[in-house]
């Protein structure tokens, strides 16, 4: 006869999740952290641990592989859906207390505005140099474009001059069949 299997032993973890406490009964920590959906190792980061709470044990092994969850800080047993917490009311606010003070005299400054020559010689100084700049960047223009019309007239020249010596060197040739050679 085939053995019925041992019933799995189940370990409570405990983590928090925003606003809510979360314990589910679960074999391991890798069960425990597919039933909250998280690849995250929240046992490592020391997010997460072995609850030892009696009651929140009891209803999760009621549970088994199922998180339950309640109100951070509170003593409300764990449940699927345990609601938003609660907010005590805020302490009564009394009214102010204002105080009347006597009105002081102005005070009647005599400032001078502060002196501006250092950052206006900053400002020409950056200015001319400015100035200069664009004044190199016409001037390598003007070069660039003389050289450009250099180059096209030397090319022009090479041009006319290879023409003209393939032209007699044709010339030769023919003249030299003429005369009897092989060439």
Do not use: C
């Not at 929240?42 to 199922?66: I, N, Q, T, Y």
């Amino acid at each position: 006869m085939a053995r019925a299997p041992a019933p799995r032993r189940l370990k409570v973890y405990q983590a928090q999740f925003g606003f809510h406490d979360s314990v589910v009964a679960a074999p391991n920590q890798a069960a425990a952290l597919a039933a909250w959906g998280t690849r995250q190792n929240l046992f490592a980061e020391g997010r997460a641990k072995v609850s030892d709470d009696p009651d929140a044990a009891a209803v999760a092994l009621a549970h088994p592989e199922v998180p339950l969850r309640r109100a951070v800080g509170s003593q409300d047993p764990f449940s699927l859906d345990p609601g938003l917490p609660q907010v005590p009311d805020p302490p009564p606010r009394g009214k102010p207390a204002l105080k009347v003070l006597a009105k002081a005299a102005p005070v009647a400054l005599e400032a001078s505005p502060p002196d501006r020559s250092a950052l206006d010689a900053a400002q020409k100084a950056l200015a001319s140099i400015n100035a200069r700049r664009l004044d190199e960047e016409k001037d390598f223009e003007r070069r660039r474009k003389a050289l450009e019309a250099e180059e096209l007239a030397a090319r022009q020249a090479w041009a006319k001059a290879r023409k003209t010596a393939e032209t007699a060197l044709e010339a030769a040739r023919r003249s030299y069949r003429a005369a009897g050679g092989d060439a």
